[in-house]
T-cell receptor, first 113, second 113 residues
Framework: GAGVSQSPRYKVTKRGQDVALRCDPI?????LYWYRQALGQGPEFLTY????????KSGLPNDRFSAERPEGSISTLTIQRTEQRDSAMYRC???????????FGPGTRLTVL | KQEVTQIPAALSVPEGENLVLNCSFT??????LQWFRQDPGKGLTSLLL?????REQTSGRLNASLDKSSGRSTLYIAASQPGDSATYLC????????????FGKGTLLTVNP
């Protein structure tokens, strides 16, 4: 079946612009996670949802970052007023439940100029 | 706060050799531990998941073990092949009400033909 998909795969934006990154989880997966990965590092947790409820957003760096999953399926990570330090690979994962295998999407490479 | 460490950071072996990758975590109250493979510029592929109640999991030439009390996991790769060359990441799914994955920085494995 189809895996986790993310769009866009690459996003180049200018400093100060808002960006929205989309994640489409595996069908039927109730848990959805967002991570950010810098070069040479493992992914770092940003936030996660169980169904439509955002249960932990402790990893979001500041209030410019927000995420939603209004219908318990597709999720959007929004970064407002982007800064160069926001440049990274943003990865989404989904899971059948909170303690099962997390399956990762291909990621969105964000570059802020 | 959960911290995950992977040793060694890089490993180079000749083809056919058996090898062990190490992962340690500071908080033993985990739900599970997951091993991933990441190829250069690619996404994360799940290899094995060990639940906290399990001691090991096997998939083909891969065997992962878990010792919660000592905060350690190992990934054993038998009869290594050049196609096994990649970065291997371990991640702990912390316990309590916290279901995020905390990743190590990974071990870069090179298998030489």
């Amino acid at each position: 079946g189809a895996g986790v998909s993310q769009s866009p795969r690459y996003k180049v934006t200018k400093r100060g612009q808002d960006v929205a990154l989309r994640c489409d989880p595996i069908s039927g997966h109730v848990s959805l996670y967002w991570y950010r990965q810098a070069l040479g590092q493992g992914p770092e947790f940003l936030t996660y949802f169980n169904y439509e409820a955002q249960q932990d957003k402790s990893g979001l760096p500041n209030d410019r970052f927000s995420a939603e999953r209004p219908e318990g399926s597709i999720s959007t990570l929004t970064i407002q007023r982007t800064e160069q330090r926001d440049s990274a690979m943003y990865r989404c994962a989904s899971s059948p439940n909170l303690i099962d295998t997390q399956y990762f999407g291909p990621g969105t490479r964000l570059t802020v100029l | 706060k959960q911290e995950v460490t992977q040793i060694p950071a890089a490993l180079s072996v000749p083809e056919g050799e058996n090898l062990v990758l190490n992962c340690s975590f500071t908080d033993s109250a985990i739900y599970n531990l997951q091993w991933f493979r990441q190829d250069p510029g690619k996404g994360l592929t799940s290899l094995l998941l060990i639940q906290s109640s399990q001691r090991e999991q096997t998939s083909g030439r891969l065997n992962a073990s878990l010792d919660k009390s000592s905060g350690r996991s190992t990934l054993y790769i038998a009869a290594s092949q050049p196609g096994d060359s990649a970065t291997y990441l371990c991640a702990a799914n912390s316990g309590g009400s916290n279901y995020k994955l905390t990743f190590g920085k990974g071990t870069l494995l090179t298998v030489n033909p």
